[in-house]
Nanobody, 119 residues
Framework: QVQLVESGGGLVQPGGSLRLSCVVS????????MHWYRRAPGKQREFVAG????????KYADSVKGRFTISGDNAKNTVFLQMNSLKPEDTAVYYC????????????WGQGTQVTVSS
């Protein structure tokens, strides 16, 4: 069984930064890729960022390119999402998603962590 624990969310002003973390109980090396997705109020869950297990390939949604950075620490079974220059439209619940193919979500989801960008 795969357990995911996301953390690091909170309330931040526009232009601020947050760093999200996700600990994968089964170990990040079990998967070929790690993703971050988000679900804003009243909207469907959407892809934010992905990284291959070796860290050689990353992918980002156009809306976050240049502002968000995904990274991982396999020794700590953790994936991170550094979010800078946050905008109100980034407000959402953020979920990590370990997968076997970058860009293709798996069925593993955690509880998520709430990010609210507001002045």
């Amino acid at each position: 069984q795969v357990q995911l624990v996301e953390s690091g969310g909170g309330l931040v002003q526009p232009g601020g930064s947050l760093r999200l973390s996700c600990v994968v109980s089964a170990g990040t090396t079990r998967f070929n890729a790690m993703h971050w997705y988000r679900r804003a109020p009243g909207k469907q869950r959407e892809f934010v960022a992905g990284i291959t297990s070796g860290g050689t390939t990353t992918k980002y949604a156009d809306s976050v390119k240049g502002r968000f950075t995904i990274s991982g620490d396999n020794a700590k079974n953790t994936v991170f999402l550094q979010m800078n220059s946050l905008k109100p439209e980034d407000t959402a619940v953020y979920y990590c998603n370990p997968a076997h193919l970058i860009g293709v979500a798996s069925t593993y989801w955690g509880q998520g962590t709430q990010v609210t960008v507001s002045s």
